[in-house]
Structures are given as C-alpha cells and as structure tokens.
C-alpha cells in the first residue's frame, strides 16, 4: 500500500496538488478575510507547514533519483545556469513550491497588515490577486493602498 501511495505521488502529480491546494487559501484571504476560519487556517503556520512537507518530499524523490543539489549553487553564476536548471523537473518543482509558498505568506501578511488600517477588503482584494499572480508588484500595490490608510509614508514597515 505504501508503495501505490508513492507511485502515485509523481512530480506531475505533486504539482496539481501544490496548485489546487493553495487556492483554498487564497479563496479564504481574498473572500473571507474577517472569519475565524481565515484567521486559524490561511493566515497561520497550517498552509506553509503543508507545503514544506512537499517541499521535503520533493527533495526526498530527488535524492532518491540521485539529483546533484550541488549544482543548484551554479545559479549564481549567471541567467544560462538557472536555465540549466528549470530544464530538472525536480528543481523546477522545488522553485515552484517555494514561489507559491513565499506569496501565499506575503498574502497573509498583507491580510494581518491590512487589518490594523482597516483598509477595506474588495480595495484589498486587489493587491491580493496580483500577490498571488506575481508577487513583488502585488506587495508594492498593498504598500501605495497603505499609505493612503495609514496617512503616513514608511519605508520600513
């Protein structure tokens, strides 16, 4: 039995997962940012403690196939490198889970951050949507909102 459950769990297989499963979430922070649900499940450790599982057992297969994470540092060496490297199923898995872990965090830091301004949520809706497409330019959207909220301009917070 244990051996049907990995089989079945490929890299393919892994991938719709990571996306399907993140989108609860994400429904919840954009649709349901007030209810406790939102606050126990998408906005706490639960969502990325999910993903680092499958971050693990993503690395987990790619030992097991012998994949040399040392060349995961010839990225630093130039644009070509990280190319090389999204041509590896497995890395690019890895990528991928990390990306979707580190903007699902950014947006619900957004949603706990917005809350102390009482910005309101279908204006935040906004910034969260483009946070999960492409991150970056959804937190600097959040940041602009914010200011108006906040009345106050600060770069570091």
């Known amino acids: 039995m244990i051996e049907q459950i990995y089989n079945y ?23 349901f940012p007030q209810s406790q649900i939102c606050r126990y499940l998408a906005t706490s450790i639960f969502p990325l403690l999910l993903l ?5 057992f993503v690395i987990y297969q790619s030992y097991l196939n012998s994949y040399d994470f040392l060349s995961n540092f010839n990225l630093y060496l130039g644009i070509n ?55 970056p330019i959804g937190i600097v959207l959040y940041w602009v909102i914010k200011i108006f909220y906040s009345k106050n301009l600060n770069l570091h917070d």
Not at 9 to 30: A, C, E, H, R
Request: net charge positive; glycine share 6%; no cysteine.
């Open 52 to 56: 680092s599982i499958a971050y693990g």
């Open 81 to 135: 490198f990280v190319s090389d490297l999204f041509n590896d199923k497995s890395y690019l898995l890895m990528f991928w889970i990390h990306f979707v872990s580190v903007n699902l965090f950014l947006g619900g830091w957004i949603l706990k951050n917005s809350q102390k301004f009482n910005i309101n949520k279908v204006i935040l809706a906004f910034p969260l949507i483009i946070t999960y497409l492409i991150g």
């Open 9 to 31: 769990f490929t890299l393919d297989i892994m991938y719709l997962w990571v996306n399907i499963g993140v989108l609860p979430f994400w429904l919840m922070i954009i649709f």
